[in-house]
């Protein structure tokens, strides 16, 4: 950014008289303190027997290291490691869990720095940016830092495209497009396959980037799943109407079911109807994908259409028109039983996964 709207150069020096803030500082320091002091004791204690040939107790403290600030969500923490010396000669060291050496920032705040990148904040920005929320002292946070930390993030998302997947087995998937104004490139857009396992585990499957939602972008990513060991099919797809996802999903996994997904077509619906309406017509959508028979949820959808569909004819026909494609889950029972129970704590579908 050029010109940064961000106006938080005056936060910092408020922080910095603000006695509440110093407190909270100041606590965290203590409970730091006293966090790795548990650690030492901890080590002192392992090692208690281990003597010195004249019977002195051979780890012992030894004094700190040097003071150094770690950066956490309340500004700048100064802490302070202890040591240990080791008399035997086995090179016994304590090394902190809480405080690795070389840790210079806290984890939330790490995990902040990709958020506000994604949020569309230059590189060069950060520093600024980081100032309003942990104070003056955001240090080491340069151009420079920002880049490199962009580099790992990278290289950790190829370690994870290359993943395996010859032994994962998935039930359901959800596809979808997701598009964002970050990059001012509208023509992009983020391919995210979510799915569940045959244990009823849902866990993330892809993460692409893609033009728009093409055939030709979602063919590439299905592909590179199944030549990483996916097998077999998914038995059910949900997604919403863009026709690459579908389209490809028949040529690379033709075995899989196809079902439309219910929340994008409440959302079309409801779309093109009075606020006054809206209510209503999703109470008598949810009968209709709530319903535990496939007869129940026919029955459902013409009951919609015969209420509403005089007055509102266009939101009746976009509903309509996807009948087909909304409906497949109730072809096998076991469908609904897994569909209904994802949102508690798992269901072991492997038994109906083979028998299908």
């Not at 009746?316 to 039983?337: C, F, T, V």
């Amino acid at each position: 950014m050029s010109e940064s709207n961000l106006h938080a150069l005056s936060q910092p020096e408020v922080a910095s008289n603000d006695p509440l803030h110093e407190l909270i500082r100041q606590g965290a320091r203590d409970l730091i303190a006293q966090a790795v002091e548990t650690e030492l004791e901890s080590l002192l204690k392992q090692y208690a027997d281990v003597k010195t040939p004249d019977g002195r107790r051979a780890v012992v403290r030894n004094g700190h290291l040097p003071k150094r600030a770690v950066q956490t969500g309340v500004g700048d923490v100064e802490v302070q490691v202890p040591k240990v010396r080791d008399r035997s000669g086995s090179g016994i060291r304590f090394n902190s869990h809480l405080l690795p050496p070389y840790l210079k920032r806290a984890r939330s705040l790490e995990e902040l720095i990709p958020w506000l990148y994604l949020r569309g904040i230059s590189s060069g920005d950060f520093q600024e940016a980081l100032s309003a929320l942990v104070g003056e002292q955001a240090n080491g946070l340069s151009a420079n830092t920002v880049s490199r930390l962009k580099a790992k993030w990278l290289d950790e998302h190829k370690d994870w495209q290359r993943r395996d997947l010859s032994q994962k087995r998935y039930v359901y998937w959800w596809a979808d497009g997701v598009y964002s104004n970050v990059r001012l490139d509208d023509r992009l857009c983020l391919l995210v396959i979510i799915g569940v396992t045959e244990h009823g585990h849902k866990e993330l499957v892809a993460v692409e980037d893609g033009h728009r939602e093409s055939e030709a972008s979602w063919r590439e990513l299905l592909t590179d799943l199944r030549e990483r060991g996916l097998e077999p099919s998914p038995k059910l797809a949900v997604g919403d109407g863009a026709l690459g996802f579908w389209k490809a999903l028949s040529k690379v996994f033709p075995d899989t079911r196809h079902q439309r997904c219910w929340v994008h077509k409440t959302a079309n619906v409801l779309d093109k109807l009075p606020k006054s309406m809206q209510p209503k017509v999703k109470s008598a959508l949810h009968e209709i994908y709530l319903a535990e028979t496939r007869d129940s949820a026919h029955k459902a959808f013409d009951s919609t259409l015969r209420r509403f569909r005089d007055k509102y004819p266009k939101a009746m026909e976009n509903l309509e028109k996807d009948r087909e494609a909304l409906l497949p889950l109730w072809q096998d029972s076991w469908h609904y039983l897994i569909f209904n129970q994802l949102g508690g704590s798992g269901v072991d579908s492997a038994s109906l996964f083979r028998r299908t």
